[in-house]
Nanobody, 124 residues
Framework: QVQLVESGGGLVQAGGSLRLSCVASGGTLSSYALGWFRQAPGKEREFVATINWSGSVPIYTDSVKGRFTISRDYAKNMVYLQMNSLKPEDTAVYYC?????????????????WGQGTQVTVSS
């Protein structure tokens, strides 16, 4: 059973940066597609970014394109989300997720494992 743990969230001013990390235990992520989702207060959880098993051609939701970068480290069994030029509307709990397939996924239902989430708060 794969377990995911996120870290790196916090409070940052608008225009600032944060790097979220997600480490896996109980199994290797090397053949899995990975993703990041977020959930703002009073809203449904939404897709942010995904990367396939080989780490090529990630996909981002339109609102974060050019600002966020998803990456993975096979040796460390980790996935990252570098967030730059943060905006107040990026405030949310961010979740990493893994799916037992090589292809990327844009929907929550496509993922098998989830972390507990890390809070990101962007002040204006």
């Amino acid at each position: 059973q794969v377990q995911l743990v996120e870290s790196g969230g916090g409070l940052v001013q608008a225009g600032g940066s944060l790097r979220l990390s997600c480490v896996a235990s109980g199994g290797t992520l090397s053949s899995y597609a990975l993703g990041w989702f977020r959930q703002a207060p009073g809203k449904e959880r939404e897709f942010v970014a995904t990367i396939n098993w080989s780490g090529s051609v990630p996909i981002y939701t339109d609102s974060v394109k050019g600002r966020f970068t998803i990456s993975r480290d096979y040796a460390k069994n980790m996935v990252y989300l570098q967030m730059n030029s943060l905006k107040p509307e990026d405030t949310a709990v961010y979740y990493c997720a893994a799916r037992t397939a090589q292809a990327m996924g844009l929907h929550m239902s496509q993922y098998n494992y989830w972390g507990q989430g890390t809070q990101v708060t962007v002040s204006s």
